[in-house]
């Protein structure tokens, strides 16, 4: 069969290194992963026990950012299965029940992740462009049913993904772990049948790797990076004209404001960078691309995953670490676990200073101005 079109994306990420310099990229990008997921995974579980543990972390947004780390966590475990589920010899080895969660479960996150950037990127449009009248329906219930709903369509979103994951068996007992529309057992034993049914196969999987490519392509990253875009432009658009308002005003607002204005655009520039390389590698193979360098293909590829682990690893530091709400947080932590003696005294003369409190509790991007500082975020 003519294994130029049978390339995919999964299928040219492990393959057989002829060469010392393509064994040294490998192992250089293994490491590059395992080092991500040692990052990325405590980071993100950190995220989810911080937001569960301090009550005032419990805000709108940060009921998103939950949702999004669990993707992230999700996307950042399937690194041990993609490094020890293949081998150079037998391919893909731990059966079809891992192949079918490890397909599924990249796939749920990949498509969450994008759904999540996206409302949340929604939800800081509203808070900072739409502050009153979104008041009546930006409330943690609405935030909680909302994630629900969107697992729910992120789900339906991969049914047939989950279906059509099939372990493609080869002789030596090992076999791939791909997407496949058809009858596997005539594949695989391809070299019985004659050259007029190998055509056909080869017809049928080129069709459905680009259905596969275009259907997770538009829903997991085309419309999410349009939408994500659409609202950064605005609430951009809205802080720099909250900037001219305020020239006469105190520093620490304007400071604010550009804090504010930098967030949304790295939110926006980390998510788009980090995923763009794969669909660019994604759509070169459909366009046959690599066809004369398959040393390029196996660069792009180390070099795409890469990137796509990072972005997950980098996700609690764009969105929370950089919050200043967590950063409070974490320090309230520390004086917990190693209290100050001048501050106890203190406290302990003193009644509760609640105007400290809302100050705590306010998000940068709902404080803007002080007609928003009673909306939660």
């Known amino acids: 069969m003519n ?25 250089a990008a293994h490491l590059t992963w395992s080092v991500t997921a040692l990052i990325g995974i405590p980071a993100n579980l950190f995220v989810l026990a911080a937001i569960v543990y301090f009550r005032d972390m419990r805000t709108i947004s940060n009921i998103y950012i939950f949702n999004l780390a669990v993707a992230d966590l999700l996307f950042l475990c399937g690194i041990p299965v993609s490094l020890f589920g293949r081998t150079a010899r037998d391919g893909w080895v731990w059966g079809p029940v891992m192949c079918k969660l490890y397909i599924s479960g990249n796939a749920v996150s990949q498509f969450a992740s994008a759904v999540f950037i996206a ?86 999987m080129l069709a459905s790797r680009r259905f596969f490519t275009s259907y997770t392509f538009a829903l997991s990253y085309l419309i999410p990076l349009v939408t994500v875009w659409y609202f950064y432009f605005k609430i951009i658009q809205k802080m720099c004209q909250r900037k001219r308002q305020m020239q006469t005003k105190r520093t620490g607002t304007k400071k604010r404001t550009t804090k504010v204005t930098i967030m949304g655009l790295a939110i926006v520039i980390s998510y788009t960078l980090c995923w763009l390389p794969f669909w660019i590698v994604q759509w070169s193979i459909e366009a046959n691309l690599f066809q004369k360098s398959k040393f390029l293909l196996f660069c792009s590829t180390h070099f795409a995953f890469a990137l796509q682990y990072i972005n997950s690893a980098a996700n609690p530091f764009l969105y929370v670490f950089l919050s200043d709400s967590f950063q409070k947080n974490i320090q309230k932590l520390l004086r917990t676990a190693k209290p100050d003696k001048q501050n106890t005294v203190k406290n302990g003369n003193e009644p509760l200073d609640t105007s400290r409190m809302l100050t705590v509790t306010t998000n940068p991007l709902c404080s803007s101005s002080t007609s928003e500082s009673h909306y939660s975020c």
């Open 119 to 204: 409302i949340l990127s929604c939800d800081r449009y509203l808070a900072v462009c739409r502050p009153i009248q979104s008041k009546s329906f930006r409330t943690t219930q609405a935030a909680l049913v909302l994630s629900v709903g969107a697992w729910i369509m992120v789900i339906i979103e991969m049914t047939p993904l989950f279906l059509f994951v099939k372990l493609i068996k080869s002789s030596s007992g090992g076999g791939s772990c791909m997407l496949f529309v058809g009858n596997v057992t005539v594949l695989e034993s391809e070299n019985e049948i004659n050259v007029t049914v190998l055509n056909e196969i080869e017809q049928n």
């Open 3 to 27: 294994q130029t079109h049978e390339q995919s994306f999964t299928e040219v990420i492990d393959p057989v290194p002829h060469s010392v310099f393509q064994i040294s990229i490998k192992t």
